[in-house]
């Protein structure tokens, strides 16, 4: 080997080494930025968790209050006959009339909706 091969391939060695040696500090510097953001990343993963455990909770207390409201009417229901549930009904209407007369008028609205033909 001559001494402008020796010193090319001494260069080469030594520019390769270099680039080799800033890659792997490139990959270092990489490794410890991700390490430090692992913790607030796993912190905002473990807050979403919680806020959709506690939104699941809430539609599922939602759902556990609508099935007792429907259970109380099944009960209601099968315990009183039409005319107790009459007097329900006008005991109501005297404690709540301004509600009661809403109710009314929407409920006429939509049977006259029902009965009329739109020819």
Do not use: C
Not at 33 to 56: M, Q
């Amino acid at each position: 080997m001559t001494t402008d091969e020796k010193t090319w391939n001494d260069s080469f060695t030594g520019g390769a080494s270099e680039v080799k040696d800033k890659i792997a500090g490139m990959g270092r510097a990489a490794a410890a930025s991700i390490d430090k953001s692992r913790e607030p990343a796993a912190d905002r993963l473990d807050g979403a968790a919680t806020a959709l455990h506690d939104s699941a909770e809430n539609i599922s207390g939602a759902a556990h209050a609508a099935a007792g409201k429907l259970n109380s009417a099944a009960v209601y229901v099968r315990e009183n006959d039409v005319d107790s549930m009459m007097a329900d009904v006008g005991q109501f209407v005297r404690k709540n009339p301004g509600p009661s007369l809403l109710v009314a008028a929407v409920g006429g609205f939509f049977l006259g909706r029902a009965f009329t033909r739109n020819d």
